[in-house]
């Protein structure tokens, strides 16, 4: 026991408190962001799927947080592996988790790194999960998000963030997940919408949001949760963490006003919250590689140019003809890019340095090299998640009981009910008979009142149909 307390207290040692409670407080806010990516596609999906995508995210987030504690963390992160690729189970179970820091985190215990670092990867399939809305079963996505965390989520991470990742390694600049994040979970998502094919009536039916509350509602969560998912990618509390706080929110302004003003002239000069709340996503996106590297004015420009690229990219599933049902691929995927090959230009020594880090910079500092980094490893992100995906999608339909597209009655009565058998939402009807007190064209006609349940005639009174053979 003595010895036991002995090697604590040794742990302890290089823990700062400030830092740890900082970390806490960044997981809890990231998680927030899962039940917010559910109401904002929630809201863009129609009213008759908009609890299961709730569900789903939720559901995915728990499976991710169960595979992250068997082995997802050792794979994705482990400190101890020698080969470019893939960790090893050194933290499998979270065995060897403890007190004693990672290296990517000195100031701070290992288990507080591991669990901030699950509520990244619990996030992503989520967002993945909106290319297939409105069409995807349940029950596949439990094992589903399980397979594709492990061989798609784990790899790009390990590439990105662990000490001999190649990408790492390379030399690209990754602050908070803008490849292992957004771009894999944006190119997940064409995958499913290519795989998974249209949905009924697209192309014949016009598909719109149906509770712009629920998106405004999850971009709020969202956005709040960015604090934390990027200002605690300093895994400190210091300057730097305070620095991609500041641009973080920056940005997700710009990208909002940006993608407004332009919509507002393309779509017949007015303002949509729907177009604001896509916009500041996709500048928090775009900001999420560079946070911990750019100055504020260059935030300014991540947010414009994420904006624009991102809104045109909506185009794409028009032009091309594929069904990216909650525009994922257009906001996380190209929006990750974009914000990967800004930072290959804006990364500043100077802002590095706020926590002691040494980089050679982008453009800025005359390091023209970094942005062939960047989109290098932009590319090996997305590819990898596009056809790793696909290839899963494709077995799944082979074995018995996890084809992933729902059948065409279900899709037609929503997920909700199909999958669910529960309402989002659920409304009362009148059904009028010839012994009414009032008539229907007076219902129809605003000449009723039905305020606190009561039904009395407005505006005009409305006389009592005759009854023939009273």
């Known amino acids: 026991m003595v010895k036991l307390l002995q090697r604590d207290a040794a742990d302890m040692d290089h823990i700062n408190a400030g830092d740890t409670a900082w970390i806490l407080v960044s997981a809890a806010l990231v998680f927030i962001m899962s039940p917010g990516v559910g109401y904002f596609y929630s809201g863009m999906a129609r009213s008759k799927n908009a609890v299961s995508l709730v569900f789903l995210c939720m559901i995915a987030m728990s499976v991710v947080s169960v595979q992250w504690m068997i082995w997802g963390y050792s794979l994705a992160l482990s400190d101890t592996a020698t080969n470019p690729f893939i960790g090893n189970l050194k933290y499998g179970l979270l065995l060897n988790v403890d007190n004693t820091a990672h290296v990517n985190a000195p100031s701070i215990p290992g288990s507080v790194y591991a669990i901030f ?96 509350l629920n998106i405004i509602l999850g971009t709020a969560l969202l956005w709040f949760g960015w604090f934390g998912f990027n200002g605690g990618s300093a895994v400190a509390s210091n300057g730097r963490a305070g620095m991609a706080a500041a641009v973080t929110h920056i940005a997700a302004c710009m990208g909002g006003l940006t993608w407004s003003v332009v919509a507002y002239f393309r779509n017949g000069y007015k303002f949509s919250s729907f177009h604001f709340c896509s916009g500041a996503v996709a500048g928090l996106v775009a ?51 974009v914000g990967n090959l800004l930072t290959g230009i804006f990364a500043s020594k100077s802002v590095a340095a706020l926590n002691g880090a040494d980089i050679a910079g982008g453009w800025i500092d005359h390091h023209w090299k970094q942005f062939g980094y960047q989109l290098a490893g932009s590319c090996a992100g997305a590819g990898w998640s596009f056809v790793v995906t696909a290839i899963i999608m494709f077995a799944f339909n082979f074995i018995p009981g996890l084809r992933l597209r729902i059948h065409e009655e279900g899709e037609i009565s929503g997920t909700d009910i199909a999958e669910m058998g529960e309402h989002g939402y659920k409304f009362a009807t009148i059904e009028p008979t010839a012994r009414d007190d009032v008539s229907l064209a007076a219902l129809e006609q605003g000449q009723i009142n039905l305020s606190s349940g009561n039904t009395t005639a407005t505006h005009a009174s409305v006389e009592k149909p005759a009854v023939v053979g009273a």
């Open 287 to 337: 900001i999420t590689p560079g946070s911990g590297f750019v100055s504020p004015w260059a935030a300014l420009v991540f947010g414009a140019v994420a904006g624009v690229a991102c809104h045109f990219a909506v185009d794409l599933k028009e032009k091309l003809r594929f069904d990216d049902a909650l525009d994922v691929f257009a906001v996380h995927g190209i929006g990750g890019i």
């Open 117 to 212: 670092q699950c509520m990244f990867a619990a996030l992503t399939p989520a967002l993945a999960l909106g290319g297939a809305a409105e069409r995807i079963r349940v029950f596949p996505v439990i094992l589903f998000c399980f397979i594709w965390t492990t061989i798609v989520y784990d790899p790009i991470a390990y590439w990105s963030w662990a000490p001999n990742g190649w990408m790492a390694k390379m030399g690209e600049l990754d602050y908070a997940g803008g490849t292992p994040v957004h771009i894999a979970s944006g190119f997940a998502a064409l995958a499913f919408a290519l795989v998974l094919g249209k949905r009924k009536g697209y192309g014949q039916e016009k598909f719109e949001p149906h509770n712009y």
